[in-house]
C-alpha cells in the first residue's frame, strides 16, 4: 500500500534562519507530487506541484522553493524565512495513472517562524 | 481553472443527514468535482469524486445536478465525528492540480 511521511510534525524557526521539510512516498512511483500551505484560519493554497523528477511548477511567488531529487521525494526549502512564511504545510502525493484519481495528503508541518 | 463556491458554515444534528451544497458554474466537460474534509490540525481526507454520475461510497453520496453546475454531498447519519471543514474542489485534468476554496465548516450538534 501506499504511504506518504511528512516531517518534522512542528518547527519552530527564527526569522532569516534556512528551512528544509521532506516528503516522501513508498509504494508508487511517478507520483504528481504537491506542496501545500494553510494560514491560520485560512483555506489551502497550492504552492508547488510536481509531475516529475526535476520538474517542479510554481502557483504563487514567494520566498519558498521546491526540489524533487528523487522520484518520491519532494522537499520545500527556504533561505531565509520570514514571519509570513509562518503556518502549516502540507504534502500530497496523486498517482499519474488516469484522469481521475484522488490525492492523499501527509499529515502535515506546523512552522511557526519567531 | 474552474472555481467553487461553497457556503462558509453550516449546522447539522447528530443522526441527521447533512447535506452540503457547491456551485461550479465554470466547469469544464472533463473536470471532475471532488470532496475532501479537513478535521482541525489534520491532513485533508478524500471523501468521494464524480464526473457526471451520482456516486455513492462508505462515507458519502455524491449528487451532481444534469448540466453539471452544482453538488451536494450528502452524509447520511452525521455523527460528531464528522465535524470538520469540508472542500468541494474541482480537479484540473491537466495538470491534476486540486484548487482549494474556503470550504464549508460543518458542525454537527448533539
Known amino acids: 500500500s501506499q504511504t506518504i511521511h511528512q516531517w518534522p510534525a512542528t518547527l519552530v524557526q527564527p526569522v532569516g534562519s534556512p528551512l528544509s521539510l521532506e516528503c516522501t512516498v513508498e509504494?508508487?512511483?511517478?507520483?504528481?507530487l504537491y506542496w501545500y500551505r494553510q494560514a491560520a484560519g485560512r483555506g489551502l493554497q497550492l504552492l508547488f506541484y510536481?509531475?516529475?523528477?526535476?520538474?517542479i511548477s510554481s502557483e504563487v511567488p514567494q520566498n519558498l522553493s521546491a526540489s524533487r531529487p528523487q522520484d518520491r521525494q519532494f522537499i520545500l526549502s527556504s533561505k531565509k524565512l520570514l514571519l509570513s512564511d509562518s503556518g502549516f504545510y502540507l504534502c500530497?502525493?496523486?498517482?499519474?495513472?488516469?484522469?481521475?484519481?484522488?490525492?492523499?495528503f501527509g499529515q502535515g508541518t506546523r512552522l511557526t517562524v519567531v | 481553472d474552474a472555481k467553487t463556491t461553497q457556503p462558509p458554515s453550516m449546522d447539522c444534528a447528530e443522526g441527521r443527514a447533512a447535506n452540503l451544497p457547491c456551485n461550479h458554474s465554470?466547469?469544464?466537460?472533463?473536470?471532475?468535482v471532488y470532496w475532501y474534509r479537513q478535521i482541525h490540525s489534520q491532513g485533508p481526507q478524500y471523501i468521494i469524486h464524480?464526473?457526471?454520475n451520482n456516486e455513492t461510497n462508505e462515507m458519502a453520496s455524491l449528487i451532481i445536478t444534469e448540466d453539471r453546475k452544482s453538488s451536494t454531498l450528502i452524509l447520511p447519519h452525521a455523527t460528531l465525528r464528522d465535524t470538520a471543514v469540508y472542500y468541494c474542489?474541482?480537479?484540473?485534468?491537466?495538470?491534476?492540480?486540486?484548487?482549494f476554496g474556503q470550504g464549508t465548516t460543518l458542525q454537527v450538534k448533539p
Open positions: 510536481s509531475v516529475g523528477i526535476g520538474q
Open positions: 464524480g464526473l457526471k
Open positions: 465554470t466547469i469544464s466537460g472533463n473536470e471532475y
Open positions: 474542489i474541482v480537479r484540473v485534468v491537466n495538470t491534476g492540480k486540486l484548487i
Open positions: 509504494g508508487t512511483s511517478n507520483p504528481n
Open positions: 500530497a502525493w496523486r498517482s499519474n495513472r488516469g484522469l481521475n484519481t484522488e490525492a492523499f
